[in-house]
């Protein structure tokens, strides 16, 4: 991702943004259902998805390593890692909701 773009030349903030979100969140959350729910360690994962964010901010604005994170997420228009998770497990929940109950998942989940 250094390659396409730095702070004086290459992709611009706005397209730098739009890959993160749409190619490196998507590759990086890929059965996050795996991990992510109530009860489970999810600590070490969930470290390791806030470094990875944090260097995707430094990157898409061009700051420097000792910019406050929260700040510099905030102001590319990225939303806190966890609370990410915590929106996409609410929308699976929800596409799980409304199978058919003549499904044949229904009869993997009741059990």
Request: glycine share 8%.
């Amino acid at each position: 991702m250094k390659m396409l773009g730095n702070s004086s030349r290459g992709l611009l903030s706005i397209q730098k943004q739009l890959l993160y979100r749409t190619c490196v969140l998507s590759i990086a959350l890929y059965g996050f259902q795996l991990w992510f729910f109530k009860g489970a360690p999810t600590v070490k994962n969930i470290t390791e998805l806030k470094k990875m964010q944090q260097r995707a901010a430094l990157w898409i604005t061009g700051a420097f390593q000792t910019s406050p994170s929260k700040g510099i997420e905030a102001i590319v228009g990225l939303i806190p890692i966890t609370l990410y998770l915590c929106k996409l497990n609410g929308r699976h929940y929800l596409h799980y909701a409304f199978i058919p109950s003549s499904h044949v998942i229904n009869s993997l989940l009741d059990s």
